[in-house]
């Protein structure tokens, strides 16, 4: 998914297919922010080096990793890293 031309507002909705899978309503938002610790920093470059995969996305993944959590993605840079963390496709 690109960014490229969307409004601060329409970066932080929720996509619809997402709210669809989720059973979220209309409207609702997401806005995460993380202080970036050395071990956050530590995953997210070890999956950078890997390659084909932008830095800012490798913190998504990290923050996955490291929380054990699953990562909601309808981007495709992330199928390398099925074996790491948890993916539900959007």
């Not at 969307?6 to 989720?22: D, W």
């Not at 938002?29 to 995969?53: H, M, N, S």
Request: glycine share 6%; charged share 30%.
């Amino acid at each position: 998914m690109s960014y490229r031309g969307l409004t601060q507002e329409q970066r932080y909705q929720i996509p619809s297919s997402a709210r669809r899978k989720l059973g979220i309503k209309a409207g609702t938002r997401i806005q995460v922010e993380v202080d970036a610790d050395i071990e956050l920093t530590r995953i997210a470059a070890r999956f950078k080096a890997k390659g084909g995969i932008s830095y800012a996305d490798c913190f998504a993944a990290a923050l996955a990793k490291h929380n054990k959590a699953t990562l909601l993605t309808g981007d495709h840079e992330f199928e390398q890293l099925e074996k790491e963390i948890e993916i539900v496709w959007l």
